[in-house]
């Protein structure tokens, strides 16, 4: 079963309720699309997810939005994480995005 509560170091992600609590602070509740692609980066790591592949899994292969809609929601999950995002979600250049609970070296 997909994890339903992540624990990282400074925030919990809820998939439950779709929230993100910080450690020390308020609990946020993002957009739901943004709280699946997080989930799905999440399921599948650590695998490379392409931007396609998000669309597909998230809107479907009817519905397309552009590219600059998968970095945009990218760019909001890492603030949302705040350090935990810069640390775990990777951007592979010319492939897509990980979910990577290695520190990344780059």
Not at 5 to 24: A, D, G, H, P
Not at 59 to 65: A, F, I, L, Q, R
Not at 80 to 100: A, F, M, N, P, T
Request: one cysteine or more; charged letters at 30%; a neutral charge.
């Amino acid at each position: 079963a997909p994890l339903r509560e992540i624990e990282l170091s400074s925030c919990v992600i809820n998939f439950t309720n779709m929230s993100v609590r910080k450690k020390n602070g308020p609990i946020d509740y993002p957009p739901v699309t943004d709280m699946k692609i997080l989930q799905l980066l999440i399921d599948k790591s650590p695998r490379i997810l392409s931007r396609d592949e998000i669309m597909n899994e998230i809107w479907g292969v009817d519905k397309n939005p552009s590219v600059r809609t998968i970095d945009n929601i990218i760019v909001r999950l890492r603030q949302l994480l705040g350090d935990d995002g810069e640390k775990h979600i990777r951007s592979v250049r010319g492939v897509g995005y990980q979910w990577s609970l290695e520190e990344s070296h780059e």
